[in-house]
């Protein structure tokens, strides 16, 4: 085969014939600025201008602006990494928490580690279920949601899928008390639908909220079972912060999911910008 019979070949190639055919993106996260919500364990979101055009001009008249930006990597729509929670000191497949994480940085699990999503991805749409805009505050979606959820949707999580978990309390973003749910709690997976997915084997798994996982009126983020469920047990990554909104107007409950999250040498999550791509 020559070098171009091999080009052409590489040229055919299913997936680049589709994208060439046109595809349309649908946004999944929400936008990063300074003051937005943000859970209590972790720091805020601070971006400001270091440099502004005018500080420096060059001899041609170009100019130059640059910011500075300070965050946790749990802020804003993110992915857990596996060192993000562990269980009596140990992490994922019985990695020591404290050895990984000596020196300030883990050696195990890091954010690094966390791989690119290009996998089919499903809306489980709890909120269009129960026939709201907004789940109440402390809702605990359980096993027959999701399932009923799925049958609604025409659709059934398998192994490599990554599910999103729709609430609509992505509707609350703008106003960060109440999307902070710090006495009304935030409505979230419960125990026992959390291994419901697992035991199907799903890659990663999402939520429009702070935290995924319910959190009870008045409790804050004092205890988060699901995330040692999918975390620690699993080995499944979790996403919050999303943004489902667009999806469910759409009601586009499967579609391609795309993501590429930074790789931050120990880190133990990292910010990202999700999105469900579907053919015109």
Known sequence: MTTQ???????????VQLVRGGVDLIELGQPFFTGMPCSPN???????LARRHGDMVRPDGGSAANEIIVTGGHVGTHIDALSHVSH????????????AQRGGAFTAHGAEHLPGFLRRGLLLDI?????????????EVTVDDLAR?????????????????RTGWARLFDTPTAYSGGQSGVPGVGVEAARWLAGRGIAATGADTTAYERIAPGAGHSVLPVHRVLLVESGIYILEHLNLEALAAQELFEFAF?????????GTGSPVRPLAAVTR
Do not use: C, K, N, W
Not at 5 to 15: K, Y
Not at 127 to 139: I, V
């Open 5 to 15: 019979d091999s080009r052409v070949q590489r040229t055919r190639d299913p997936l």
């Open 127 to 139: 909120a269009r279920l129960r026939d709201t805009d907004t789940l109440p505050g402390g809702y």
């Open 42 to 48: 972790h720091p805020g979101f601070r971006m400001t």
């Open 258 to 266: 795309m993501l590429a999250p930074l790789r931050i040498v120990g």
């Open 88 to 99: 009596d000191g140990l992490l994922h497949g019985g990695v020591d928490a404290m050895a």
């Open 149 to 165: 959820a799925a049958q609604q949707a025409g659709v059934e999580p398998e192994a490599g899928d990554v599910v999103l978990i």
